[in-house]
């Protein structure tokens, strides 16, 4: 990755956060900048997903700040938060019938006014969107009848079509089988780097978090957290403890994949 000397998209600030009386995170200073990819490991029940709300401005912490392109949450509004910052779920539902098309669009609303309408130019995106995850052709389906993996591709498009500038996805390959979990992060990579996009994810690989990101935070589960250049933060010490099991590093050319020894 070039040097990147750009304002953080994303900042967190002494930030501690915490649920359940479990504590995720403490004096946590995070900077995220424009086409840096962040993976965030860590055991089952660590606060990752509570982590990754409170970045995505959901949830409020229990100390310090997370500021979003140099301004909170509160200065900035959610329409004007959403035009910058896309967010993934880890999971969601159809209460409604709607087409794959008109659930697309969804992305669209940030950046319409109280009243408007979604243009021609907005149902342009929603079908490029759909087309980049694999569903072109799937406009008029009702989203009630897809798979889990076709559904957790609609939400990955329905996020391309808001178009933000940072994306925070929650397990974004869940649901998907081997291809298109591959796919996935490509785009997402593709994003980082072709357009300056800064992506925070949620994995549950390390191989993949090594192969597709060029950051690393872990997550322990006890308020520890470890957070730096990938290269320097995963390794097999690291992720036996963080997820409390001896591992195996196995080197494939550039590529860096972890067993359970």
């Known amino acids: 990755m070039i040097a990147n000397p750009a304002a953080p998209l994303l900042e967190t600030r002494r930030l501690a956060v915490s649920i359940g009386g479990k504590t ?54 959610p329409r004007a938060a959403a035009k910058i910052r896309g967010w993934l779920p880890q999971t969601r539902g159809d209460a ?52 889990g993996g076709e559904r957790q591709r609609l939400a990955v498009a329905a996020l391309l079509t808001q178009a933000p500038r940072l994306f925070l996805l929650d397990e974004p390959i869940a649901h998907l089988d081997l291809n298109h979990q591959i796919a996935m ?11 300056g996009a800064a992506v925070a994810m949620v994995l549950h690989e390390p191989g993949l978090a090594c192969r597709f990101c060029d950051r690393a935070l872990l997550i322990h589960g006890d308020g520890t957290c470890e957070l730096g250049p990938i ?31």
């Open 231 to 261: 290269a320097d933060v995963v390794n097999a010490d690291s992720l036996a403890r963080l997820y409390a099991h001896p591992l195996r590093e196995i080197r494939d050319g550039d590529h860096r994949w972890f067993i359970p020894a």
């Open 24 to 77: 995720v995170c403490r004096e946590l200073d995070l900077a995220l900048r424009p086409g840096e990819r962040l993976a965030i490991l860590g055991r089952n029940g660590a606060g990752k997903s509570t982590l990754l709300s409170v970045l995505a401005g959901l949830r409020a912490p229990q100390v310090g700040e997370v500021r979003l392109d140099g301004a909170s949450y509160a200065e900035l509004g």
């Open 185 to 195: 992060l490509d785009l997402f990579a593709g994003a980082a780097r072709d357009c």
């Open 96 to 147: 409604f019938a709607s087409s794959v098309l008109e659930t697309a669009l969804v992305g669209r609303h940030p950046h319409l006014a109280r009243w408007d309408w979604e243009s021609a130019q907005d149902a342009r995106i929603a079908r490029d969107a759909l087309q980049a995850v694999g569903l072109a052709g799937f406009e008029a389906r009702d989203v009630q009848t897809l798979s």
